[in-house]
């Protein structure tokens, strides 16, 4: 059971326009989120994570937006530029230090 | 200096024989996990360590067990290997229910 989704397995962006990654979550328990950079043969790092207590985090090019009602949140890269292509995971934790990831975005920037 | 390593990086073994994979933080975390990501790309959890006991152990073969001789180290034992369990494991730490980090992935191939 898939408990967070990302629907979306490509997208593919002109540099400098803006991408925006969604990520759908089906645990209510869940109270905090992040989203995960991957690139080929590396680990996942860490990009950027909000609270169920805030609607939107902001760092810098990249937004978090959280929609608790409709049980989603997106990631939102502006201006999109050719190194942010890589997969970004979405991924959410409850109660303890489990996280439950996301199938991932692959996201390509073009030139 | 790395802060979550996990060795070897690639690993190709026949079926039947059994393997581990070692993994190291030197972040000073508490707790550690394993993540299995499969031909799906998708990253579940396998196992989770907080202070040397298993808190979390998802459905998976008891043919792969966690061994953690301290705080710093997670390894993964696994028995009489299939070709299923070829994936990409994830070594990662954390400390509190923020982010955690990864090492770089071992690719497990079983022939």
């Known amino acids: 059971d898939q408990q967070v989704k990302q629907n979306s397995p490509s997208l593919s962006v002109q540099e400098g326009r803006i991408s925006i990654l969604n990520c759908d979550y089906t645990n209510s328990m869940f109270d905090y989120f992040l989203w995960y950079k991957k690139y080929p043969a590396e680990g996942p790092t860490f990009l950027i994570s909000i609270s169920s207590i805030k609607d939107k985090n902001e760092d810098g090019r990249f937004t978090v937006f959280l929609n608790k009602s409709a ?41 | 200096d790395t802060a979550v390593s996990q060795t070897p990086k690639y690993l190709v073994t026949q079926m039947g024989n059994d393997k581990s994979i070692k993994c190291e933080q030197n972040l000073g975390h508490d707790t550690m996990y394993w993540y299995k990501q499969d031909s799906k ?10 202070n040397k006991e298993l808190i979390i152990n ?6 792969f067990s966690p061994k953690s001789p301290d705080k710093a180290h997670l390894n993964l034992h696994i028995n009489s290997l299939e070709l299923g369990d070829s994936a990409v494991y994830f070594c990662a730490s954390s400390q509190t229910r923020v982010e955690a980090f ?6 497990l191939t079983v022939v």
């Open chain 2, 41 to 50: 790309k998708f990253l579940k959890i396998m196992f989770s360590y907080n």
């Open chain 1, 71 to 111: 049980k989603h949140l997106s990631l939102h890269i502006v201006p999109s530029q050719p190194g942010d292509s890589a997969v970004y995971f979405c991924a959410a934790s409850a109660w303890g230090n489990q996280f439950y990831f996301g199938t991932g975005t692959s996201l390509t920037v073009i030139p």
């Open chain 2, 102 to 107: 990864f090492g770089q992935g071992t690719r």
């Open chain 2, 58 to 63: 998802e459905t998976v073969p008891n043919r």
